[in-house]
């Protein structure tokens, strides 16, 4: 119903900027709620950043706070990920996910029900 393919991922420096891509078929997203969750190796999948009904309510990881942004698209039916400032423990596979509208931010993998494949982002130093 909804297909979600993330990229942008890659290899920076500490210190550095990224800015990951999530693009959506099968249905528009405008008002579906979209996250964003990572997994390095040997940890669980985590939450990162998430939007409720649009951009205008977003939720983000204490961890990714100031730092990353997450953006919507429409006419792209596109959702970003803006990292800034990276570290190398925010080096993991990124997840793009999407579920139901809701008019509150979820942060559980558990509240969505479409995801990408994932993108590797690896930060050096």
């Known amino acids: 119903q909804v297909q979600l393919v993330e990229s942008g991922g890659g290899l920076v420096q500490a210190g550095g900027a990224l800015r990951l891509s999530c693009a959506a078929s099968?249905?528009?997203?405008?008002?579906?709620?979209m996250g964003w969750f990572r997994q390095a190796p040997g940890k669980e999948r985590e939450f990162v950043a998430a939007?409720?009904?649009?951009?205008?309510?977003?939720y983000y990881a204490d961890s990714v706070k100031g730092r990353f942004t997450i953006s919507r698209d429409n006419a792209k039916n596109s959702v970003y990920l803006q990292m800034n400032s990276l570290k190398p423990e925010d080096t993991a596979v990124y997840y793009c996910?999407?579920?139901?509208?809701?008019?509150?931010?979820?942060?559980?993998?558990?509240?969505?029900?479409?995801w990408g494949q994932g993108t590797q982002v690896t930060v050096s130093s």
């Open positions: 996910a999407a579920g139901s509208p809701s008019r509150v931010v979820v942060t559980t993998p558990q509240g969505y029900d479409y």
């Open positions: 939007s409720a009904w649009g951009s205008g309510s977003t």
């Open positions: 099968g249905r528009t997203i405008g008002t579906a709620k």
